[in-house]
């Protein structure tokens, strides 16, 4: 079993000691993820010793956020941030994207669907409730991107799959699931996407199939 | 491991077989379940291929489902990035039956197979050992007093749990799979996956 990817890390990242020792307790009993530590602030976040595995750090903190948070896009920029949402409002979705964080949750959520988004987050995925996914990304994208038009032939049928679930806010694993095919063989077929569509990211390809029509 | 070798290793779609008592759904698991959570969770295989129907799937009817698979496996497939393929045929897993004298023997094999695993400490107890062969030979014995139409239904079973696991393995070159199915079938369905040259089947402790 040498070849085992190593488990996604979280950091709990919470301004009160007790909510910090229950997540930390809860995650720690979850397959598939370790967590790395915990924090209050910025300072303890920065004395942790950098993670080597895909690491995602989950706020639990009050809406708006501290200041000091916008910071953390720079200084741990490869880290996803999953942010506790009381319940899903787009105005505050955008906001906090703008504020750096790639995805939130509710605090409503089951334990599968969180551990689930903490995984996408660590991966580089953007995480957001399916029925708000497109509309927030168009928002906060709004006027960034250039309406190019791409040849969807270029696409092959796969492909064609995968972005159609792309553009209906699926995570990988759930677009994975839906096709029976791996994590790592959906993350294949994106990179291909994004190639053939000249984007960037996946939030450019999401806009780009919901110009084109895909999410239906 | 040379520089070549570590790298064929990592795009090598690698395949390994995994036995459970799922037969015995009706009778209480004799592990603990979190055991075979810990060792499946451990491994962290791409995809997870199950004996379970493609209707089945879809309904999501796990219910009726041995508790290795519903208690324990899909569990954590939902919370991981572990993806579920199904893999059985729309036949259940077939139980090898007969009437008569062959029937009472083969339910006295079955009683000497679950009184074997009464001891089981855990997966790997099962999957390797005396047990396991001694287990393999009753089922075989089972078989065999079941008569010609129960070992063609069994032999169409493992062809088509392989097959199926053979196209998750083309559809994803480079991956990770664990085919998790009853106990009694591993023997047969290693030598399948075998024979697929770009496809390395393995023991499941090496996946």
């Keep these: 079993m040498s070849s085992a990817p190593s488990p996604p890390q979280v950091i709990v990242l919470a301004a009160a000691s007790l909510p910090r020792l229950a997540w930390e307790a809860l995650l720690t009993a979850q397959p598939g993820l370790s967590v790395w530590g915990t924090a209050a602030n910025a300072d303890d976040l920065t004395a942790l010793p950098p993670t080597r595995a895909a690491t995602t750090i989950l706020f639990d903190f009050p809406y708006p956020l501290p200041p000091w948070t916008a910071a953390l896009s720079e200084t741990l920029p490869d880290y996803g941030r999953l942010y506790l949402v009381d319940d899903y409002d787009l105005a505050q979705i955008v906001s906090l994207l703008q504020a750096g964080m790639t995805g939130v949750i509710s605090r409503n959520a089951t334990v599968p669907e969180l551990t689930r988004g903490l995984l996408a987050a660590a991966r580089g995925e953007v995480v957001l409730p399916p029925s708000l996914a497109a509309q927030a990304l168009l928002a906060l994208a709004k006027g960034n991107i250039a309406s190019q038009q791409h040849p969807i032939e270029s696409l092959t049928d796969r492909e064609q799959d995968v972005l159609t679930l792309l553009a209906q806010g699926m995570s990988n694993k759930d677009i994975a699931q839906s096709l029976f095919l791996s994590v790592r063989t959906i993350e294949a077929h994106l990179r291909n996407i994004y190639g053939k569509l000249d984007v960037n990211n996946r939030t450019e390809a999401v806009l780009w199939a919901v110009h084109h029509g895909f999410e239906a | ?207």
Aim: proline share 6%; net charge negative; glycine share 6%.
């Design chain 2, 1 to 207: 491991m040379t520089t070549d070798n570590a790298q064929k290793a990592n795009t090598q779609t690698r395949i390994a077989v995994l036995g459970t008592l799922a037969e015995f759904h009706e009778a209480p698991i004799p592990y603990d379940l979190a055991s075979l959570v810990a060792l499946v969770a451990e491994m962290n295989p791409d995809l997870l291929c199950l004996d379970i129907s493609m209707e089945q799937w879809q309904q999501q009817t796990f219910y009726s489902l041995p508790p290795e698979y519903r208690d324990a496996l899909l569990p954590l497939a939902h919370q991981t990035d572990i993806v579920v393929v199904p893999i059985g045929g729309k036949q259940a897993m077939p139980t090898a039956t007969a009437t008569g004298w062959r029937g009472a023997v083969i339910a006295g094999l079955r009683e000497v197979i679950n009184w074997l695993q009464t001891g089981v400490s855990g997966p790997d107890a099962l999957n390797q050992g005396w047990r396991h062969d001694v287990g393999n030979l009753l089922y075989g014995l089972t078989r065999r007093l079941a008569g010609k139409g129960s070992r063609h239904t069994y032999h169409a079973h493992i062809e088509q749990v392989s097959q199926a696991a053979l196209q998750a393995a083309a559809n994803n070159p480079g991956s990770r799979i664990l085919v998790v199915t009853n106990i009694q079938y591993c023997h047969h369905i290693r030598p399948l996956l075998r024979q697929q040259p770009d496809v390395v089947e393995t023991d499941y402790t090496n996946l």
